[in-house]
């Protein structure tokens, strides 16, 4: 399946004949793909996260927006950092509120602080 958030490379025109395919936008594309599907396939796993969106955020800040405000991906602070960088490359950083991203970011520590604590009161 195609990804939602990596759009297809646009087509190079060739001398003659019909468009052909930049080989720079299909390997970073691919590389791309790559990151994401190891993202996906943990949603919790921050690590795989933050490198989806360093690497998406070089090439598709707005992506990274839609991503993050999905809310259904992991959150640290260097993905918040992430998500800031695509918000002022696009444009939308003034325009964003950041009550909701403090109170996401916050109850993601406290939910993460609550899980760990309770693993260790059962051992």
């Known amino acids: 399946p195609r990804s939602a958030l990596v759009p297809p490379a646009a087509p190079a025109k060739g001398p003659a ?17 790559r990151l994401e599907d190891a993202a996906n396939a943990n949603r919790g796993d921050v690590r795989a996260e933050l490198n ?9 800040p707005e992506a990274v927006v839609r991503r993050f405000e999905s809310g ?6 260097p993905i918040v950092k992430e998500y800031l960088k695509a918000l002022a490359q696009t444009g939308k950083l003034d325009s964003t509120p950041l009550e909701g991203l ?18 260790g009161a059962e051992a």
């Open 72 to 77: 259904r991906y992991a959150v640290s602070e």
């Open 52 to 60: 989806f969106l360093k690497e998406l955020n070089a090439t598709y």
């Open 102 to 119: 403090v109170a996401r970011v916050a109850g993601r520590r406290v939910a993460a602080s609550s899980t760990s604590a309770g693993a």
């Open 17 to 33: 004949g019909p468009p052909r395919r930049s080989f720079t936008n299909f390997f970073a594309d691919a590389k791309l793909r």
